[in-house]
């Protein structure tokens, strides 16, 4: 921190005095920190932004008050840590990489908190039709199927970073121009993070078509979540009364399950998913997880554009994926959800991931 100057007169300044002042400038300057509030004295009002040169930026939203803390990575624009502080412990809700390096030698390696565009989960055999013409995804595929975009291992660029009195933001954004991967349209990605009162991290996405044509898209996130423990032991609760019915390769077919297992909270136990959840509306949260023994709870908001909750219960069974999606699962060729999006039209979405400790 910066201690108060009561004067712009340093002409009484010694050699090692001014050296010691220049050296304390560089430092607050190399870590690019961005602070709002008195700026002399930084209240416990205040948010700051903090970004980190590593292998791609790293940025940290702060709020100064209560330690609430997200980390977001240019790297896919992914989110790889979002912590809340109870006592001396701090609690970080996404099962994150270790490091930069991590997250880019294993991002396909489960997708943890990837960007899901311009389709979201799989496309069936890489293959879809569109505008009379056919295509092939030349991108990821887990055996047949080609799965979760074309943007996770994107490199974003950081284009605006904000904080004030009410929260911090970062903003990032990809041009997509990249016909050899088997989707021959441009478009222009814009994601950003808020952080706010009370520990609330908001992700707004606005997709926009830079090129001529009609272009097919879906979106999503495919972030993992860790309330401490095995799943086993969390409350789960889904805002939902109905899913898509799957064949054997997790491919919609047009019909519905009903389903109000987790209307209202239940252990998870045992329960294994890999299934789409059609939201029931956009007035109550998504879904609510809840730690009994910690007191700690995610609550997952989403707006009327992301309908649909894709929900996987991993193996291992340490963490929870919870996905927000537009559209469902092979949208491209099945059509549930698909955007037709027009040229330089703009489609937004959005998503509100709130902490909150019961004792």
């Known amino acids: 921190m910066i201690s108060h100057i009561n004067s712009c007169d340093f002409s009484h300044f010694s050699l090692h005095n001014s050296c010691k002042l220049i050296s304390l ?64 412990f ?3 809700v996404i099962d994150a990489f270790s490091s930069p390096q991590d997250a880019m030698d294993n991002i ?25 013409k056919e295509h ?9 199927e080609a799965i979760h975009g074309l943007v996770f291992d994107a490199q974003f660029k950081v284009t605006e970073k904000r904080a004030d009195a009410h929260g911090a933001s970062v903003t990032l954004e990809h041009d997509y121009i990249k016909e050899e991967e088997g989707f021959p349209f441009n478009f222009h990605s814009r994601i950003t ?60 077919t047009g019909g519905f399950v009903e389903h109000r297992l987790f209307n209202s909270p239940k252990h998870l136990g045992e329960t294994f998913l890999d299934n789409c959840f059609v939201l029931d509306g956009c007035e109550k949260p998504a879904c609510i997880i809840t730690n009994e023994a910690t007191g700690l709870q995610l609550i997952i908001t989403a707006s ?22 537009s559209g469902a699962p092979d949208a491209f060729n099945n059509g549930i959800g698909l955007i037709i999006a027009k040229p330089l039209e703009q489609y937004t979405f959005a998503t509100d991931y709130k902490l909150q400790l019961s004792h």
Request: aromatic share 14%; glycine share 6%; proline share 5%.
């Open 108 to 132: 396909t390696a489960g997708f943890k908190s990837a960007r899901l565009s311009p389709f979201v989960c799989r496309v069936t055999k890489g293959r879809y039709v569109f505008s009379g």
């Open 304 to 325: 009327k554009n992301y309908p649909y909750l894709q929900v996987y219960t991993p193996p291992h069974r340490r963490s929870i994926a919870v996905e927000n999606l």
């Open 193 to 252: 993070y808020t952080l706010k009162k009370p520990n609330t991290l908001s992700i707004a996405v606005v997709i926009t078509n830079t090129g001529k044509t009609d272009m097919p898209l879906t979106d999503g996130w495919h972030p993992y979540f860790t309330l401490g423990g095995k799943i086993n032991e969390l409350l789960f609760q889904a805002n939902t009364k109905q899913m898509l019915a799957f064949n054997e390769y997790l491919v919609p």
């Open 90 to 92: 701090t609690h970080n």
């Open 25 to 88: 400038i560089f430092s607050v300057c190399y870590r690019k920190t961005v602070y709002f509030g008195e700026l002399n004295n930084l209240t416990a009002m205040a948010f700051s932004v903090i970004e980190e040169a590593n292998l791609f930026p790293v940025i940290r939203l702060k709020d100064e008050e209560n330690n609430t803390e997200a980390e977001i990575y240019s790297f896919g624009a992914l989110i790889n840590a979002f912590t809340i502080q109870q006592g001396s």
């Open 136 to 144: 092939a995804i030349n991108k990821f595929f887990l055996g047949t």
